[in-house]
Nanobody, 126 residues
Framework: QVQLVDSGGGLVQAGGSLRLSCAASGRTFIGYHMGWFRQAPGKEREFVAAIRSDNGNTVYADSVKGRFTISRDNAKNTVALQMNSLKPEDTANYYC???????????????????WGQGTQVTVSS
């Protein structure tokens, strides 16, 4: 079992920044690929970013590329999502997720992840 706790959400003006954090406990964090997903009201959950456990390679949704950065600290069992140049359309509940034995393609799909955080709300005002 891996327990994930998301934090760092809040209300920010367009153009501002937020840093989300996901703290993991339980089984060995280092062996899990980590992803961030988001879900806005009335919309389906969508992929935001992911980072592999084996080589640290990252993947981003086109909508956040160049603005968001995912990183992990294996010593602290945390993964972060630095969000810059935020837009109103970034407003959503953000979830971190952990999965193992995933190809880079698999990282894009929430159904491939086994463990999920509780979510943290990000609201960007215009």
């Amino acid at each position: 079992q891996v327990q994930l706790v998301d934090s760092g959400g809040g209300l920010v003006q367009a153009g501002g920044s937020l840093r989300l954090s996901c703290a993991a406990s339980g089984r060995t964090f280092i062996g899990y690929h980590m992803g961030w997903f988001r879900q806005a009201p009335g919309k389906e959950r969508e992929f935001v970013a992911a980072i592999r456990s084996d080589n640290g390679n990252t993947v981003y949704a086109d909508s956040v590329k160049g603005r968001f950065t995912i990183s992990r600290d294996n010593a602290k069992n945390t993964v972060a999502l630095q969000m810059n140049s935020l837009k109103p359309e970034d407003t959503a509940n953000y979830y971190c997720a952990a999965g193992s034995q995933l190809s880079t393609y698999d990282l894009l799909f929430g159904a491939r992840y086994r463990y999920w955080g509780q979510g943290t709300q990000v609201t960007v005002s215009s």
